[in-house]
Structures are given as structure tokens and as C-alpha cells.
């Protein structure tokens, strides 16, 4: 149970820091909007201010998490012990801690990612294509293993890397079948 509290607790955190972004978002797009006159496609923006919030609480969750060290940054001498480069060989020797060890960082990459393949195709039409959706959610997941280990604040996994790509080819799967489904051919 105190694990339960404990993502709850990280995830409470996470939306906190995620709509303190999403109102200056909202603001200084709503102001730009403003600027340049015109009636805004309502729907297109709530798509965007829903995958700002969702990025804001991904960072969040994966990169501050409340542990970043911020002098670690400027530092020049951080250590590759917290870098794991070799594929599924940290996330199977979790198993040795039991089953919710395993599969936390499986699920929880696939689950964090997912959100990421179905909004980029709203948000950004040209960039809904499977392969962008993908090499996107790696670039992405990448830049995240970096921030973690320039700020020292998780163990960068390639891994993860592989199981939010995963997370994201998922959701742009889920996105497209609900879209047929949707139009009847499905």
C-alpha cells in the first residue's frame, strides 16, 4: 500500500508543476492568439495545452522528481556508475527484487510514453506518421536519460529508452484504431 501512496504522491506532484506550466502556457498563447486576431481552432488548441501539460508532468516525473541536483550540472565530474547501456539486462535482473520491481519500470516506461503517440499526431498532423512518432518518443526519451544523469536525479537506462518508444508506437497504435473505429472501418 505504501507504494500506492507513494505514486500517488509523484504523480500529485507532477500535475501541481504541470498546471503551473499549463496557465503560462495558456497565457502567453491566449495572448499571442489575441495578437494575431482571427477565431483559433478551439479543439487544435486544447490539444496543444494537453500535450504541454503532459510534458510538463513526464518531466516532472522523470527528470526533477524532487531529487534533481542542480550543482551536479556544472559539475565536470559526473560518474558513468548510474548510466546502463546494456539492453534488458538491469530491467530482467529486477526480477531478483520480485515481480512489482520488474514490471514497475516496464509498465511505467510503456505508460508514461503513451499519451506521447496519440497527442503528437493531434497536435502536429505531419508528425503523425509512425516512424516520426517513434523517432520523436526516442529523441525525447533520450534527452530525459541525459537530463537524469547531467542533474544525477535517476539512473539513465537504455531501457527506458526502449520501453517508451514502445509506450509511444502504442499509443499512435491506440489512437489510429479508435480513429477507425470511429469512421466505421473497423
Sequence with gaps: MRFVWKILGMVGRAMGFAALLGAGYALVRG???RARGGRPDWKREGILLLL????AALLHITVIRGGAHWGQL???ERGWETVQLVPIWYTVKELERGILAFLYPVLGNIGWFLP????VPLAAP???TLPKVALTGAGLSLGIEVMQWMLGSGISDIDDVIFNVAGAVLGYWLLRVGERRREGRG
Design 52 to 55: 504541454v501539460l503532459y510534458l
Design 116 to 119: 506521447y503517440g496519440m497527442l
Design 126 to 128: 505531419r508528425w503523425g
Design 74 to 76: 556544472l559539475s565536470l
Design 31 to 33: 495572448g499571442l492568439l
